[in-house]
């Protein structure tokens, strides 16, 4: 079974930001525009960034107007990102299991399958509630997580990638909890293993989220089944994009 903490080592490793910086940038930021205009925040609103990574996301929500803070785990990452910091973006090395600032934000926002990697229900409920006493009383919350359903059965099993002479094995399954993803990395001149890493998500539910989110005084009000901001099919979406309001 992967490590307790196979995130931090796993996020701060220079084989993840390797592996994963060709990462569609366009349809990201696409994706991010569109929930914008569809929520119509205020100019300037203050907006979180949970599990920003480098703070790319973070760094696109401070352009078009809004005062944000981005948290993630990784020193490494937020060392990167600090490089970036303006007065309308800061940058925190955070875990969002603990306590962060209360009754602040605006906008809570967690892209791109950033939670799920916890050992026990109990600190997700933590993050959750983290995220949930961070913002303003009619705050709102966007998770966006992997459809289990939909991800269950179009889960790639095996393939490989090579970048920068470094090649990635990458073996994917699933148990009946979560998701797994196994990174075998190994220098292409010699085939040597220099480093072995093991991903596991947890496979939440929309009840789930539902549940969790009504625990911290929030409830769900739409969801979304991909980027474009689709009608959610049970089966057929390949996201879960929920927007949650907090209570007075």
């Known amino acids: 079974m992967p490590h307790k903490t196979w995130f931090k080592d796993w996020f701060s490793s220079p ?28 100019p300037g609103a203050n907006m979180l960034d949970v599990a920003c990574g480098k703070g790319r996301h973070s760094k696109a929500l401070a352009e078009m107007g809004f005062e944000v803070t981005g948290i ?6 937020i060392d990167e990102a ?16 603990l306590p962060f600032w209360i009754n602040y934000f605006d ?11 916890f050992k026990t229900r109990r600190e997700h409920d933590n993050a959750i509630r983290t995220i949930a006493q961070s913002l303003n ?16 059965n179009n889960q790639e099993k095996a393939f490989n990638k090579e970048i920068e002479g470094i090649r990635f094995h ?19 001149s010699n085939n040597a293993l220099k480093h072995l890493y093991t991903e596991r998500v947890a496979k939440f539910s929309l009840g789930d989220f539902t549940e969790m989110l009504a625990y911290q005084n929030m409830q769900v009000q739409e969801v979304f089944g991909d980027y474009q901001l689709g ?17 007075r």
């Open 170 to 188: 990458i073996s994917k399954w699933h148990d009946e909890q979560h998701f797994f993803k196994q990174i075998q990395v190994t220098d292409s």
């Open 15 to 42: 084989y993840y930001h390797l592996l994963y910086n060709n990462r569609d940038d366009e349809e990201a930021f696409d994706f991010i525009k569109k929930l914008i205009e569809h929520m119509h925040p205020q």
């Open 107 to 117: 906008y809570a926002f967690n892209f791109f399958t950033s939670f799920g990697y």
């Open 137 to 152: 009383p009619n705050g709102f919350f966007v998770i966006d997580y992997l459809n289990v359903h939909y991800a269950e």
């Open 72 to 77: 993630d785990i990784s020193f490494t990452s």
């Open 231 to 247: 009608r959610y099919d049970v089966h057929k979406s390949p996201r879960m994009i929920i927007v949650a309001k907090k209570g």
């Open 82 to 97: 600090k490089e970036s910091e303006n007065e309308m973006l800061h940058f925190y090395q955070h875990d969002m299991r």
